[in-house]
């Protein structure tokens, strides 16, 4: 049996970079309340895998005799949001537009929207915002043609917080009213109690009303499903909900328990999230004390 401990280096060594056994050397790392440095090397190389995969993926695609533009694009569209949680955005820029090329050789209208929509939010994180508002409205023509409500609903979602960088405060509204219509024909639980959020009206994202879907009731149906991952960003979006209402302990708990929820998914970016808004929470508590 090989040492957890040792699992990262002999893995580097033999060339070995199992999906399986680094998920299982973590949960059982995590099991032991071992050290979570080496918990975090372990997650570290788990997230090597998946980017170096994609990127051979796309080298292959790249070299390939046979010409699958779908699959090509698809891959990169992949790639892009690797690097955006890399906050790559360049990079992440560079392989939405390659693949938004490859969708239109395809006429992959919803491809195309994805793209355009991907862009629309690395220019919102760059503070290109007139960039941003025109990839946001072309997403929005290409998934109203290919019947996405999906896809409409975060293109007005992303709309609405490009709108709030540039302080036009009625089109943001209207977008993330717009959003909410689109979420809820899409029975998009999560982009429903965050739309409510951003509107200011938190007391309707954990309470049903006009029979939309709440977070609790998305908290639900994950429990139910055994979705770890869906589980821990219902209660991280229960967290935001009250510490919008001023209810520190609430939201205290609230990411408390999202934060122990993504790490048993192993969700390393959500986890950061999560201790982000406890320690802002807890900052606030010491204050009020």
Known sequence: MVLESNYGDISNLVGDFSDKLI??????????????????????????????????AERLCSSSPYNNSSLHAGILTHLSELYQLLNALDEAES?????????????????QGNNHKGLGSIYTRLGRLQEAEASYKNALKLHKIANSTLGQGNDHRGLGDTYLRMNKLDEAEASYK??????????????????YLKLKRPGEAETVRQGWTSYYEALDLHKIANYVMGQGNDLHGLGKVYMERLNLEGARDMFEKALALHKKAHVPMWQ??????????????????
């Open 23 to 56: 998920s299982q050397t973590v949960e059982t790392l995590q099991q032991r309340q071992s050290d979570s440095s080496l918990i975090i090397r372990c997650l570290q190389i788990w997230g090597r895998v998946y980017y170096f995969a994609t990127q051979e």
């Open 95 to 111: 392989s939405h537009q390659k693949a938004l090329k490859l969708h239109k050789i395809a006429n992959d209208v919803l491809g």
């Open 178 to 195: 717009n959003a909410l219509e689109f979420h809820k024909a899409a029975n998009d639980v999560l982009g429903l109690g965050d739309t």
């Open 272 to 289: 950061k999230l999560d201790q982000k808004c406890l320690d802002e929470v807890l900052s606030k508590m010491g204050q009020k004390h």
